[in-house]
């Protein structure tokens, strides 16, 4: 996917409308983590410092149809002064003539932040009247939301379709995204070993089935491993299982053969605790036990399918890592990936979501080649190896 980059844009005295994801966390007005932030800074520090009256459209939360102030993006303003070391200034909505005022008042190398997109219902609908609204606002359109790429929205698609014959192109977060993502689908060096988790395989059913012509081994944890349990016949007890996909998950099992690696033991408790009494069995769990987590032999296993690798994708955690007796499987499987990446010299992708969150949590993000700003925007591109609005881009 070659597409052009702000790099490319003359942006000097011109209105650049980007689409960031400053969707962070935010307890009682402050940031209680602002890595999406810092993440967008390279774009935002090279729009201003060649000149460019940057303008910056956001969502946050799920507000319900209507502003609510605790989803406001005033706090973000705040932070992004912070970093940055000079005023942003804030718009009160995200169109109307006040904005239009606001922007059109911009100088060279100054920057405003609209407030929360979804306090217009309009945003997620893709109406084409507040996307043109939104359009009049910029004479560049700038994406680099990759954790929203896969959303056709009026900021992510109409907005770009409006300013057809204008510069539209991607910010440096997502071409480092598309570049990782982009070659572990279309060109992985191999052997390519895909690591899937998590609690559900219907979120999974088609990465699953699209790795399965890409990857040379799938390994999988997580509670979806259970729904594949019963696929086999074995008693999964109390655990977590979609019943109503264990006949997928049966004929991706004879689809696979050999490539689909599955737990050989697992950490199983009543309940799931921070105290919880905690043991590991092969095979059939017992009517009032559940899994939790993969056990010694698969975590063995699986570090030695890893330190062979030279492409791994890893998305979803191996057990419910938030629980401390339940970690070990997730702690393992990062350690494993950071180890290929620093003696295999392979390139790691770690997919969002909460595998980000483990490998973040366990101290080794910067162990491995790249860690995916979107959750579901990364298993998504690794299904279809495109987005509809990153296609529409220069």
Do not use: C
């Not at 920057?111 to 309009?122: A, H, T, Y």
């Not at 629980?323 to 990936?337: D, H, L, W, Y």
Request: a positive charge; hydrophobic letters at 40%; zero cysteines.
């Amino acid at each position: 996917m070659a597409k052009k980059t702000v790099a490319d844009v003359d942006v000097k005295g011109k209105r650049v409308l980007m689409r960031v994801d400053f969707n962070v966390p935010i307890e009682n007005g402050n940031i209680t983590d602002d890595r999406r932030i810092q993440q967008a800074l390279p774009t935002i520090k090279n729009v201003i410092d060649r000149g460019g009256r940057l303008v910056l459209m956001s969502h946050l939360g799920r507000p319900k149809g209507g502003p609510e102030p605790k989803f406001s993006l005033k706090p973000a303003a705040d932070r992004l002064t912070r970093l940055l070391g000079k005023p942003v200034q804030f718009g009160n909505d995200s169109i109307g003539p006040e904005v239009e005022k606001q922007v059109n008042n911009l100088k060279d190398g100054e920057v405003l932040l609209l407030e929360n997109l979804r306090f217009r219902k309009e945003e997620e609908k893709n109406d084409p009247n507040f996307a043109k609204q939104l359009a009049r606002l910029g004479d560049v359109y700038v994406n680099d939301a990759f954790g929203t790429a896969h959303r056709e929205h009026a900021s992510t698609f109409g907005a770009a379709q409006a300013m057809q014959g204008k510069p539209r192109v991607i910010g440096f977060l997502i071409q480092k995204e598309l570049k990782f993502l982009g070659d572990a689908v279309s060109n992985p060096q191999r052997p390519f070993v895909a690591i899937l988790g998590g609690a559900k395989v219907s979120d999974k059913i088609n990465v699953i089935e699209k790795l399965l012509e890409k990857a040379d081994t799938l390994l999988i944890g997580g509670a979806m491993a259970y729904t594949f349990f019963l696929a086999q016949g074995k008693e999964v007890g109390k655990s977590l299982v979609e019943r109503d996909k264990v006949d997928l998950a049966k004929t991706l099992l004879a689809k696979a053969g050999a490539k689909i690696k599955l737990p050989v033991d697992n950490v199983i408790a009543s309940e799931m605790t921070d105290t919880a009494q905690t043991r590991v069995v092969e095979g059939n769990i017992p009517a009032d036990m559940e899994g939790f987590d993969i056990g010694p032999k698969t975590r063995e296993a699986y570090k030695a399918e890893i330190a062979k690798a030279k492409t791994i994708v890893w998305n979803g955690p191996m057990g419910v890592f938030e629980k401390k007796p339940f970690a070990e499987g997730t702690r393992a499987i990062a350690q494993a990936v950071a180890d290929a990446t620093a003696k295999n010299h392979a390139t790691t992708i770690i997919g969002g979501g909460d595998s980000a969150a483990a490998i973040e949590q366990m101290g080794l993000a910067d162990k491995v080649s790249h860690v995916s700003t979107g959750g579901g925007a990364s298993l998504e591109f690794l299904e279809n190896g495109h987005f509809s609005t990153i296609d529409i881009l220069d």
